[in-house]
């Protein structure tokens, strides 16, 4: 059965963050401090907690899928998945909904005719994403899917890009959200409303995860070992989720 929904604000849901399928997910998401994280951000989540732990990753593909099969036919069309981790999340769900996965990349990586979203600022760093003209059309309902929605730059990017092509933004998903940043917020203002009907959904709120899923090593380990020093630092290696 799946998780009960709740309305956190117009356009926004969430799961009951005191299911048992979402505190098993929210379980299996460490965070690191700045000192070994790819980004300077108090904590930076590793969904490879998800990824390698086969039954965290089928709980959250099937939860989507769960929500989106619901739908019937007045369902999704297509998913999109962000460049690059909403390519680990959005293929298994649009094989599971027998729909297409359509790439949004980061420029400069993708052949053919393009179509840009132009230059935008995220949390990290300045951005451009583009998608392959012709990869979704009026008439098509496309999830946008991702990761995590912190300050909503990178969503809007995509937002942009499929209403661009013609076609309709039919729910914003991502696995956790930061609602401190308030990227739902930021979304459904855009270009005065334009996309303030749009659905947005998240699966784990940040506060579910906790500060005891931080797993910053102890004092002294290299953010980067060796390959020849792999047995010194062999505790490193366990996160005991």
């Known amino acids: 059965m799946a998780p009960k929904v709740i309305e956190l604000g117009p356009s926004h849901f969430c799961f009951d963050q005191t299911d048992d399928d979402v505190q098993y997910v929210a379980k299996h998401l460490p965070w690191y401090g700045p000192k070994y994280s790819p980004h300077d951000v108090?904590?930076?989540?590793?969904?490879?907690?998800?990824?390698?732990?086969?039954?965290?990753?089928?709980?959250?593909?099937?939860?989507?899928v769960e929500r989106y099969r619901a739908a019937g036919a007045a369902g999704p069309t297509h998913i999109a998945g962000f460049d690059a981790r909403g390519f680990i999340f959005g293929p298994p769900i649009a094989l599971a909904l027998k729909i297409p996965f359509v790439m949004i990349r980061k420029a400069g990586k993708l052949p053919g005719v393009l179509i840009s979203s132009g230059k935008y600022e995220t949390e990290y760093s300045t951005d451009e994403t583009v998608m392959r003209l012709g990869s979704v059309k009026a008439g098509d309902r496309v999830v946008l899917v991702d990761d995590l929605i912190a300050t909503g730059g990178t969503a809007l990017a995509g937002f942009d890009l499929v209403d661009g092509l013609g076609a309709t933004v039919y729910e914003f998903a991502s696995m956790i959200a930061l609602p401190f940043l308030d990227g739902i917020g930021k979304i459904h203002a855009y270009k005065d409303g334009r996309f303030k009907d749009v659905s947005c959904f998240t699966m784990v709120d940040d506060t579910s995860i906790g500060s005891d899923m931080g797993r910053d090593p102890e004092e002294g380990t290299p953010r980067v070992v060796a390959v020849g020093d792999v047995a010194k630092y062999a505790a490193a290696a366990d996160r005991k989720l």
């Open 42 to 64: 108090p904590s930076f989540y590793d969904i490879s907690g998800i990824t390698e732990d086969p039954k965290a990753f089928q709980t959250v593909i099937d939860l989507f």
